[in-house]
């Protein structure tokens, strides 16, 4: 932000029921079921979009005030960069935990399909689990190359962050696709549960549900309507948008690591192998941690230039 963003660069705290502040809230939930109890898959989750409307907030509220102070102007990006940072270092362990839940599903619905050892089903089962182990890896490895801010918070290395939160958002949608492939379409046309305790159609529903003789029809149905709440229903749209954009969309990923990778010092391996410089120094990209500090000096810089022109 510049001097023109003044009136937004402003960051503050005030409970969610402050005067004026409205919350415009959109709930999502998983079905409940009547004869099966579930407890795990009972969960809800609200997503607000926020509108403050004229609200007074106290001074001793305020963190950053760039509208009175201009000087504070350029910390409105950096402060906003380090929510993103450290949510998107946030993804790469929570994240691989959804990976691992969807990975979970699709190896329970390939045995109970009956196709657990072909050799597409451990492929795809093996692209689940590998995606989770490497966000997670990331994260990890961030987390290893951090820098302590003068604050004391350990701030993660941002290449690193942004690698593997990118690799969750560009995989997020092959993820579900591979749970969907391996399931078969009965995720999506699960007769609702009713039907299977009809007194009319209830035994043929449960008999024409069988698939692989070893598996009982009740925990077949379960498990399919488990992978309906995961992978069809409501919430489970929410989670592909989420894994997609939270923290910020891959495109961002790719902004914020192109911003601060070292691309020059990387050029000079090139010009040392094919002979266009002589010396090379010993190239290590995570020898020095590299976090959003980095983007405010840059700012810095550009707001000094513009200032002398
Ligand atoms: C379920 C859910 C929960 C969320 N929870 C929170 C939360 O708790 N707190 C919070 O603060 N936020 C939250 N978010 C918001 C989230 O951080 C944003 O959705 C995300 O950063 C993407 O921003 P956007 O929605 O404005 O999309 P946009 O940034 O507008 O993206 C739309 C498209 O524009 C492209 N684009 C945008 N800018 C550029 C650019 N400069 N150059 C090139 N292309 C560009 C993107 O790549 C994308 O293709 C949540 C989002 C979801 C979906």
Redesign the pocket.
């Known amino acids: 932000m510049g001097p023109e963003d003044k009136d937004y660069a402003v960051s503050f705290a005030i409970p969610g029921d402050w005067d004026g502040v409205k919350l415009l809230s959109r709930p999502a939930y998983f079905k409940k079921s009547k004869h099966f109890e579930n407890k795990t898959l009972t969960m809800g989750d609200v997503?607000t979009f926020i509108i403050f409307d004229d609200v007074f907030v106290p001074k001793e509220r305020v963190f950053l005030n760039g509208f009175d102070d201009p000087r504070q102007t350029p910390y409105a990006g950096f402060l906003a960069l380090m929510?993103a940072h450290y949510h998107r270092h946030s993804y790469t362990g929570c994240k691989p935990a959804i990976s691992e839940i969807l990975a979970s599903a699709a190896a329970l619905v390939a045995e109970y399909n009956g196709i657990e050892r072909t050799s597409h089903a451990r492929d795809k089962i093996s692209h689940l689990i590998g995606t989770a182990e490497l966000v997670f890896a990331a994260g990890e490895s961030s987390a290893l190359h951090s820098e302590k801010s003068p604050s004391g918070t350990q701030v993660p290395d941002e290449i690193l962050t942004n690698a593997g939160r990118r690799l969750a958002g560009e995989e997020i949608y092959n993820e579900y696709k591979i749970l969907a492939d391996l399931s078969g379409g009965l995720i999506a046309t699960l007769p609702y549960e009713g039907s299977f305790f009809s007194e009319e159609v209830g035994e043929l529903a449960m008999k024409y549900l069988k698939r692989n003789p070893r598996v009982k029809p009740e925990n077949i149905y379960k498990c399919f309507k488990g992978i309906e709440c995961l992978a069809v229903s409501e919430i489970a749209g929410?989670l592909q948008?989420?894994g997609l954009?939270?923290?910020?969309?891959?495109?961002?990923e790719t902004?914020a690591m192109m911003g601060r990778y070292p691309i020059e010092k990387l050029k000079n391996i090139s010009k040392y192998l094919f002979g266009i410089k002589s010396n090379l120094r010993r190239y290590e990209r995570s020898e020095t941690p590299v976090t959003p500090r980095e983007m405010l000096e840059k700012f810095r810089k550009v707001m000094e230039k513009k200032k002398k022109i």
């Open positions: 997503e929510f929410l948008v989420a954009h939270g923290g910020g969309s891959p495109q961002m902004i």
